[in-house]
C-alpha cells in the first residue's frame, strides 16, 4: 500500500457546453492543489486545448524559465468538442511545456483516453508546476470527487508496464478497465531530452492496455524530471451528452452522416481502418518523397520490405474496432499483436506494438536504411515503452548514421556501436543504452542541435557540414517527410511555431505534384490559411486526420477539393453543436489564429520567435553533397537552365551544387517574406500591431513583447 | 501540345484520362482530375478522350501526416 | 440463430408490426422508434429489418454489441456510449436511433410484432449461424 501525501475532494462540476469551467492546478513540491475559474475571456480568445494551455503556461513562467526550471509547468486540455462520441476523432488531448529541445514552448496533440476523462471529472486543463522529491502519483477519480497524490516507489519504469499494473489497479473490475487512463513514460526519460509521454487507453477486445504518444519535445523528460512517475484518472460513465451539447441532434445527424461515409468509402480510398496512416509509405516512395538515410534521397528499392501489404499481411490484426478514443470509425491506430521481441530488457516476450504509423515506417524505416518490419516494430514497442519520441530519435539517429558513415565520427566515439546506415541490431541497442542511462544513449539523446556542437568540438567533426545535414530547427528534429525539391513544405516545416513538425502544414504533393500553389503569394496563402485550420484541430480535442484522410463521393467537384470543404462544414456544425456558440468557417480560422499569434509572440518572449530563429538546414532545401546532386542531376540541371538560364554543360558539379544553392536559398528568403507579410508579421517575423487589433488579441502582455522589436 | 498541371506534356492522338495517368507516372490511387475546368469521375479516365490543346489537372488529395 | 423475417407477397402495409413494436418498447405509436420499418414501393411492401448478420459487432468503438444465446445481435447499454458509429455502419440500415435516447435500437427477433400482424406475414425463422 502506497504512501498518502496528500488527499483533496472536491465537487465535479457539470460540464456545459463541452467546458467544465474549472482547471486543476497542481504544485507537486509543495503538494499544493488549487481549483482556478475558466473565464469568458479564456473562451472567447483561446477556446481550449492547446489555448487554455499556453495560457496558463505563459503565466507560469518567465523569459528566463528553462524545462527543468521548478515553474516550468505541464499543463493537459482536451478541449470543447473533446471527449463527444458521435464523430470521429474527438478524443485528442493537448499537452504544453517549455521544451528541452527548443525552450520555447512544445505543443503536443495526442490521442488516448486521459484528456476527456480529466474533463469529464470536472477539469477543463490540468496544471503540473514545480518538482517534488520523491517519485509520486496523482490519481484523480472523477465520479467520486476524489485527488490522491501518493508516493510511487515500487512501479515498474516501463509505460507497458506500468499502466497496466496501473490500470488493473484502479479499475474495479476488468469492465471498469475502459474507464481509467494513465499518463506515463519510460525509463529513458531520465536520461534523454527526447522523453515522450504516453496516454493510455483500454483495449476490451485485445485485454491489454494500449498508448498514444504526446511525443514531441520532450515531455517527459519533464515529466520524470518533476519526479511524476504516473497521472491517473477514472471516469465512469460517458454517453452521447456527457458534455451537454447545445444541440444533441446536429451531433448525432453530423456523426451518422460522417460514419456513413467512412463505411461507404474507406476501402477505395486510404483504407485507414486497414493499415492507418502506414498507407502513405509506398506512395511516399513512388513519388520519390520518403526519406532514406538522412533525408539524402527519396526511396529505395527495397522499401517494399516494409510496404502497408507486409503489415497488413504478416503483423497487423484486422476487421476490430482500433480508434484511441470512442466513436472514432476512422479507427486507424493499429496493432502487432503477440508479437515476440528479440532484443533488450523483454526479449522472449510477447508483446502488442502499436503502430507502425506512417512516422514509425518512415523514419525508423527508410530514414535509417532499415528495411526489415520486425526490426521497425521492434524499434517501434521500445520507442513507446522507454518513453522516447520516435520521430526526434529517428531523425537524430539518421544525423548521427551520416556523420558516422562520412567519417566525421568514430565508432570509438559512441562508445563502440556500429551505428551505420541499416543497422538494426545497433539502433536497438542505443535504445536499450538510452533506457539504461548509459554508453552512446545519453549522448545521442540530447538531440541533433546539441550533437552538432558536441561533434565539431569534441570530435573534430566539420561544422558546416554538421550545420548542413543536422535536420533540426529551433532545436527540434524534422519529421519524416522528404521536402527538399518543395519549397512551400519547407516553409511549412521551419516557419511553424513548435518547430517542424508537419501537423501545421503538409503541402508536399500541392506543390510538387499538383503545382496549385506556383507563386509566392499562392504559397503564402497556402501556409497560412492550412497551418491556421490545422492548429485549430488542438483547440478543441479533435484528430485532423477524419478532416482529409477520407473525402465524400462528390469532394472532387468542389472549387477546393484540398480543403474538403463539406468536412470544414462538418466541423463548424459540431462546434456550434456542442458549445452552443455561432462561428461560421472563417471565425474558425480567426479563432484558430488568435492562439497562433499569441504562441508567436510567446516564442518571441522565450528568446526564439524571429526570422533567425526560422531558418533551416540546408538538407532541408537542396542537395548538400555531390552524391545528393548526381541523384537527381537531371533534375537539377534542368532547373539551372530553366530557371536561372546557365548552361550546366559548361559547369563543374561544385560549381553546379553551389549555384544551386545560392538560388534555393534565396527562394527560401523569398518566400519567409511574403508568408510573414500574409500572417500580419514583420520582416523580422513579429506580428504587427495592426494585426492584433484586427483579431482582437491587443493584449498589453503581448503588446509589451512585441513594441520593442517594431 | 497539353498542359498537365500546368506543365506542357506532349499529346498524341487517342489519349485519354488513363493514358496522361500512365505516362506521368502517377500510381496515387485517390485523384481529382479535371479537364478545362470540368471534374470528371474516375470511371470515365478509361474512356475520356483528351484533345490537343487541353488543360489537364490532376490533383493528388494526399493527406500528409 | 434467431431472426425475423417479412414476406411481402402477404403484407398489406398496415403496419400494426411498427405500432405494436414501439408501444412495447418505447410505449408510443411512432414509426420512428420501431425497429420494423415498412416501405411502401408502388404498393408492394418491403421490410427493413435486422438480419442479425453482426457486422456492427466488431466495429462498435464500445464492444457493447454481443450476440446473445439465440445469436441475436444485442447492445449492451451499459457499455453503449452513444456513438452512433453502428447506426452509421448498418449495410442494412436497421440499426435505428433517436435523438432523445441514449443508445442506438434494432430489432431482436423478440416476436411481438408477429402477433400483432393480421396477415401472419411475419415469422420468426432460426437458423445455422
Given at each position: 500500500m502506497s504512501k498518502i501525501l496528500k488527499e483533496y475532494t472536491y465537487t465535479p462540476a457539470k460540464i456545459d457546453k463541452g467546458y467544465s469551467g474549472k482547471s486543476l492546478y497542481i504544485h507537486v513540491g509543495d503538494l499544493r492543489i488549487e481549483e482556478k475559474e475558466v473565464t469568458e475571456f479564456m473562451k472567447e480568445k483561446f477556446v481550449g486545448g492547446k489555448g487554455f494551455d499556453l495560457w496558463y503556461l505563459w503565466h507560469a513562467?518567465?523569459?528566463?524559465?528553462?524545462?527543468?526550471?521548478?515553474?516550468?509547468e505541464i499543463v493537459m486540455s482536451a478541449g470543447p468538442l473533446g471527449g463527444i462520441t458521435q464523430y470521429s476523432g474527438t478524443g485528442k488531448t493537448l499537452v504544453c511545456a517549455i521544451s528541452p529541445l527548443t525552450d520555447i514552448p512544445i505543443d503536443s496533440n495526442v490521442g488516448g483516453y486521459y484528456g476527456p476523462l480529466l474533463k469529464f471529472s470536472g477539469w477543463d486543463a490540468l496544471e503540473l508546476q514545480g518538482k517534488a522529491d520523491k517519485d509520486i502519483l496523482i490519481f484523480i477519480d472523477g465520479n467520486k470527487g476524489h485527488i490522491i497524490i501518493e508516493e510511487a516507489d515500487d512501479l515498474p519504469e516501463d509505460s507497458h508496464l506500468l499502466a497496466e499494473e496501473l490500470t488493473s489497479r484502479y479499475a474495479e473490475n476488468e469492465q471498469d478497465k475502459v474507464n481509467v487512463s494513465v499518463v506515463s513514460t519510460g525509463s529513458a526519460a531520465k536520461h534523454v531530452l527526447m522523453g515522450m509521454l504516453n496516454f493510455s487507453f483500454y483495449d476490451p477486445r485485445r485485454k491489454t492496455v494500449r498508448f498514444k504518444q504526446a511525443a514531441r519535445g520532450g515531455l517527459g523528460t519533464i515529466f520524470r524530471d518533476k519526479h511524476i512517475k504516473a497521472l491517473v484518472v477514472k471516469y465512469k460513465g460517458i454517453k452521447g451528452d456527457t458534455n451537454n451539447p447545445a444541440d444533441l441532434a446536429t451531433l448525432n445527424r453530423v456523426g451518422i452522416k460522417y460514419h456513413k461515409q467512412m463505411h461507404d468509402l474507406d476501402d477505395k480510398q486510404n483504407a485507414m481502418r486497414k493499415i492507418g496512416t502506414a498507407n502513405t509509405i509506398m506512395v511516399m516512395d513512388k513519388y520519390d518523397l520518403l526519406p532514406t538515410r538522412n533525408f539524402q534521397t527519396g526511396g529505395d528499392p527495397d522499401a517494399y520490405k516494409i510496404s502497408p501489404q507486409v503489415f497488413i499481411n504478416e503483423y497487423l490484426t484486422q476487421g476490430i474496432h482500433d480508434g484511441c478514443w470512442y466513436g472514432c470509425t476512422m479507427s486507424c491506430a493499429k496493432t502487432a499483436d503477440h508479437f515476440p521481441l528479440k532484443t533488450g530488457p523483454y526479449a522472449g516476450q510477447c508483446v502488442t506494438v502499436d503502430g507502425p504509423e506512417y512516422e514509425c515506417a518512415a523514419g525508423l524505416g527508410a530514414n535509417l536504411g532499415i528495411f526489415d518490419p520486425q526490426a521497425v516494430l521492434e524499434q517501434n514497442f521500445y520507442c513507446d515503452t522507454y518513453g522516447i519520441d520516435l520521430i526526434s530519435y529517428a531523425t537524430t539517429v539518421a544525423f548521427i548514421m551520416e556523420c558516422y558513415e562520412r567519417e566525421e565520427i568514430s565508432q570509438e566515439d559512441m562508445g563502440g556501436l556500429d551505428l551505420r546506415f541499416g543497422n538494426a541490431q545497433a539502433s536497438l541497442e542505443l535504445m536499450h543504452q538510452m533506457s539504461r542511462g548509459e554508453g552512446f544513449g545519453p549522448l545521442a539523446g540530447l538531440g541533433i542541435k546539441k550533437l552538432k556542437k558536441i561533434f565539431v568540438e569534441r570530435f573534430g567533426a566539420d561544422e558546416n557540414l554538421l550545420d548542413d545535414i543536422g535536420m533540426e530547427n529551433k532545436g527540434l528534429e524534422y519529421s519524416e517527410y522528404l521536402h527538399k525539391e518543395s519549397l512551400a513544405q519547407q516553409g511549412g516545416f521551419a516557419l511553424t511555431n513548435k518547430g517542424p513538425q508537419h501537423d501545421e502544414a503538409w503541402l508536399i504533393f500541392m506543390d510538387m505534384v499538383n503545382n496549385q500553389i506556383p507563386s509566392f503569394e499562392d504559397k503564402a496563402y497556402a501556409l497560412y490559411y492550412y497551418p491556421m485550420f490545422r492548429t485549430w484541430f488542438g483547440l478543441c480535442g479533435l484528430c485532423k486526420l477524419p478532416w482529409n484522410d477520407i473525402v465524400p463521393?462528390?469532394?472532387?467537384?468542389?472549387?477546393t477539393p484540398a480543403k474538403v470543404p463539406e468536412h470544414v462544414q462538418n466541423y463548424v456544425e459540431i462546434f456550434n453543436a456542442v458549445t452552443g456558440k455561432n462561428i461560421d468557417k472563417e471565425e474558425l480560422i480567426l479563432q484558430s489564429e488568435r492562439v497562433y499569434q499569441f504562441q508567436r509572440i510567446f516564442n518571441i518572449r522565450m528568446g526564439k520567435g524571429l526570422r533567425e530563429h526560422d531558418s533551416a538546414p540546408y538538407r532541408s532545401m537542396g542537395p548538400v553533397t555531390r552524391e545528393e546532386y548526381l541523384s537527381r542531376q537531371e533534375r537539377y540541371d534542368k532547373q539551372l537552365q530553366e530557371l536561372q538560364g546557365l548552361d550546366p554543360s559548361t559547369m563543374t558539379l561544385d560549381e553546379k551544387i553551389a549555384k544551386t544553392r545560392a538560388y534555393r536559398e534565396k527562394q527560401f528568403e523569398l518566400l519567409t517574406d511574403a508568408v510573414y507579410k500574409r500572417r500580419g508579421w514583420t520582416n523580422n517575423g513579429v506580428p504587427t500591431i495592426e494585426r492584433l487589433q484586427e483579431l482582437g488579441m491587443d493584449l498589453p502582455m503581448l503588446l509589451e513583447i512585441i513594441k520593442p522589436h517594431l | 501540345m497539353i498542359t498537365v498541371n500546368t506543365k506542357e506534356h506532349p499529346w498524341h492522338k487517342g489519349m485519354t484520362v488513363r493514358t496522361v495517368i500512365q505516362e506521368k507516372g502517377y500510381t496515387f490511387t485517390h485523384l481529382v482530375v479535371r479537364v478545362n475546368g470540368s471534374p470528371l469521375h474516375e470511371s470515365l479516365y478509361d474512356s475520356f478522350e483528351i484533345h490537343d490543346g487541353d488543360e489537364v489537372l490532376v490533383l493528388h488529395l494526399m493527406a500528409g501526416g | 440463430m434467431k431472426a425475423l423475417h417479412h414476406r411481402q407477397e402477404i403484407c398489406t402495409g398496415c403496419l400494426a408490426c411498427e405500432i405494436a413494436c414501439s408501444t412495447a418498447y418505447f410505449k408510443t405509436e411512432d414509426r420512428n422508434k420501431s425497429s420494423i420499418r415498412i416501405l411502401n414501393n408502388d404498393n408492394t411492401f418491403h421490410a427493413n429489418i435486422c438480419t442479425q448478420c453482426g457486422e456492427c459487432i466488431n466495429m462498435c468503438t464500445a464492444h457493447a454489441i454481443y450476440r446473445d444465446r439465440n445469436g441475436v445481435v444485442r447492445i449492451n447499454k451499459h457499455l453503449c456510449v452513444g456513438c452512433m458509429g453502428c447506426v452509421g455502419f448498418c449495410s442494412e440500415l436497421a440499426m435505428h436511433y433517436s435523438d432523445d435516447l441514449p443508445e442506438p435500437f434494432k430489432c431482436i427477433a423478440c416476436g411481438i410484432c408477429v402477433k400483432a400482424c393480421p396477415e401472419g406475414a411475419l415469422e420468426i425463422l432460426m437458423s445455422k449461424s
Open positions: 513562467v518567465t523569459p528566463e524559465t528553462r524545462w527543468d526550471s521548478p515553474e516550468n463521393a462528390d469532394n472532387y467537384l468542389t472549387d | - | -
